[in-house]
């Protein structure tokens, strides 16, 4: 018989150019790749031995036929049965499997396998004969037992669909429709080598559906992913494999995107993958900006990979310009976490601390900086439990009039007191909140407090003017957080003007854009705005002219310095403008007679500070200012 080998030829270019993609794209090496990449070599043999098998027939020994063509026919009823595995991985249902399952799904596939290695003394499933291959009496079970695999891929894929995406549902159900038809037309019709040709155009659908580069790499860099990095780290994990982490994270790129646009920034981070690809080997991913982080085996210690750091550069070499930047970096080792999100957070938490304390030197995750990281879970925890169960504490610390020191408003402050841990520092807990996404929901628990205060008791009539209550740059930024707050005060039933709302400079600077906006709002509905902790961070005068502020609060850190008598006239001279504008000023962390006297001297409005009072629970702030009871009718 004549085979026609032209299906054939097309498959083994389509598998070629398929595996080709695949391998020479960022892929996973976790099992369904692992499966991917066997169903789509197996192919690739089966192909080639196929075109082998036809074109050396009638030309090698019988001997030597057998052996190509029983090595063809392996490969091709072995792709049913490694269909079924996939898809088995792709739904989930691996881990479900005992030995015993494994054993009926081999089962079809070693029945083959036996009547083919027999084939040779029995000429059951094929035979040679004068140097050419012909089919033997019992070929046709070849057909049916692929018919078996796929009917039951299908019934494994129709079991498990609600557990699946669409288009990978459709990418095997596609899959399945075509092999069926071909290997129908084949069995009608054996010249016609179809189940090859319907393999691989099955392959490339998969590849395509189920393979994507996009989903697990990053789109500017062809690095991985953070999705993919959590794979990979899983994929180590469970094979017990030991590994270092590398984390890096490139100060200034913001700058570098406004300096030289957006083109040259990308291809500063692709100039970075490839360095720490250069210096680590391994496996680098783009977390998010200008942040990396690269899994390397080429390290023993966590001390070999911090010393190789220093063949990274600081200078990025271009054709016009020579970029100088500097950067963050840790390194950790494997044993250091337990599981890929803690991984994340730690190396999240790594690079934070390094900016700060490391002072440019790579910073080794140690026994002392877990243990800092553990502390912070824990705070994180407390806060949760805190806002859920209600028990955030909200303090009250009265601010004075700096001529008669009589109480004139109050600023809420956030306490929390964990069973565990105690009393927890606002300092500590604060941060933890805003980069951990607590600080709406603790936001809000402060201002129920601050309401029911106003609601219950008339401030304005023991000369209480407002209360004062923090915003952070993410609330600045949440026009949502505006109207909810809106919506709080009609509920309340409070006036106007009983709620001030304090912003760090850092946060007017960092959002002034949509903060302009939502200042403008509350404005117009009775709300007041105090730049707070001011001299701290980048502020300047045409920010306090540009946004709507009434009063402005110099930090304690401030005051300290300024005791000295040429640094305290600068302040003096600082204060003026505010007045000029009908700005307010308000002096923090007074402690001594001696600092309360400067800041009247510079002619500040208010103070605060522990001289006058500390923060004061509710009932001891309600009888430190004398407030009454409203009469509700």
């Given at each position: 018989m004549r085979y026609n080998i032209d299906f054939v030829i097309c498959s083994l270019v389509i598998t070629t150019v398929t595996m080709g993609y695949y391998f020479f794209s960022p892929r996973l090496n976790d099992l369904q790749g692992k499966m991917f990449a066997a169903l789509g070599l197996v192919l690739f043999a089966a192909?080639?031995?196929d075109i082998a098998a036809v074109l050396l027939d009638g030309l090698l020994s019988d001997a030597a036929l057998y052996m190509v063509n029983m090595a063809f026919l392996l490969c091709l009823n072995g792709l049913p049965c490694l269909l079924l595995i996939y898809i088995l991985v792709i739904v989930g249902k691996r881990g479900d499997l005992r030995w015993r399952h494994y054993v009926l799904i081999l089962l079809p596939f070693a029945a083959e396998f036996l009547l083919l290695i027999t084939s040779p003394v029995t000429g059951q499933g094929?035979?040679?004969?004068?140097?050419?291959?012909?089919?033997?009496?019992?070929?046709?079970?070849?057909?049916a037992a692929a018919a078996v695999y796929i009917l039951a891929s299908l019934i494994v894929v129709l079991c498990s669909r609600k557990h699946m995406t669409g288009r990978r549902l459709w990418a095997i159900l596609a899959f399945m429709a075509i092999q069926l038809p071909a290997a129908a037309m084949q069995y009608f019709n054996h010249s016609l080598l179809l189940t090859e040709f319907a393999a691989s155009i099955s392959l490339l659908i998969m590849y395509i559906s189920m393979q994507p580069s996009a989903e697990i790499a990053d789109p500017i860099t062809n690095a991985y992913n953070i999705s993919a990095m959590t794979a990979l780290v899983s994929h180590s994990y469970s094979h017990r494999e030991h590994f270092l982490v590398f984390g890096y994270s490139v100060e200034g790129l913001r700058r570098i995107n406004d300096l030289y646009g957006e083109n040259m920034a990308n291809d500063f981070l692709k100039f970075i993958v490839k360095s720490l690809g250069e210096v680590y080997g391994g496996k680098t991913a783009r977390v998010y900006g200008g942040e990396f982080c690269v899994l390397t085996t080429r390290f023993h210690t966590p001390e070999e990979a911090a010393a190789a750091a220093e063949k990274l550069p600081a200078e990025w070499p271009?054709?016009?310009?020579?970029v100088t930047f500097e950067s963050t970096k840790v390194v950790m080792d494997s044993e250091t976490f337990q599981t890929p999100g803690e991984m994340q957070e730690?190396?999240?938490?790594?690079?934070?601390?390094?900016?700060?304390?490391?002072?440019?030197?790579?910073?080794?995750?140690?026994?002392?900086?877990?243990?800092?990281?553990?502390?912070?879970?824990?705070?994180?925890?407390?806060?949760?439990?805190?806002?859920r169960e209600d028990r955030v504490n909200v303090f009250f610390q009265p601010i004075v009039t700096?001529?008669?020191?009589?109480?004139?408003?109050?600023?809420?402050?956030a306490r929390i007191t964990d069973m565990q841990l105690g009393p927890i520092p606002p300092a500590e807990f604060i941060p933890i909140a805003e980069q951990s996404g607590l600080i709406l929901d603790l936001g809000r628990c402060v201002r129920k407090k601050v309401w029911q205060l106003i609601g219950d008791y008339d401030i304005r009539a023991a000369g209480v003017d407002h209360i004062s209550v923090n915003l952070s740059a993410v609330e600045c930024t949440q026009k949502s957080v505006m109207e909810t707050i809106l919506a709080e005060q009609e509920r309340t039933g409070a006036g106007t003007g009983l709620v001030h709302f304090e912003i760090t400079e850092t946060a007017a600077v960092a959002s002034e854009e949509a903060l302009e906006d939502n200042m403008a709002l509350m404005l117009h509905n009775g709300f007041a705005f105090q730049l707070d902790d001011y001299g701290t961070g980048y502020s300047s005068m045409s920010n306090l002219i540009s946004l709507p502020f009434d009063v402005v609060k110099i930090d304690r850190s401030i005051v300290t310095m300024a005791e000295d008598e040429r640094r305290g006239k600068l302040v003096r001279r600082m204060i003026a403008p505010f007045h000029g504008y009908g700005i307010k000023v308000v002096c923090e962390g007074i402690e001594t007679m001696e600092q309360a006297q400067m800041v009247r001297s510079w002619g500040t409005d208010y103070i605060q500070g522990y001289l006058f009072s500390r923060p004061l629970p509710p009932e001891a702030f309600i009888k430190f200012a004398g407030l009454k009871k409203r009469n509700h009718k």
């Open positions: 192909s080639a031995l094929f035979y040679i004969s004068n140097r050419h291959y012909s089919q033997g009496p019992l070929a046709f079970t070849a057909y271009t054709e016009k310009y020579t730690l190396l999240d938490f790594a690079l934070r601390y390094a900016k700060k304390a490391s002072g440019g030197a790579v910073l080794v995750v140690d026994s002392t900086l877990r243990a800092k990281y553990y502390r912070r879970q824990l705070v994180r925890r407390a806060v949760t439990d805190a806002i700096a001529g008669e020191g009589e109480v004139a408003a109050a600023e809420a402050l």
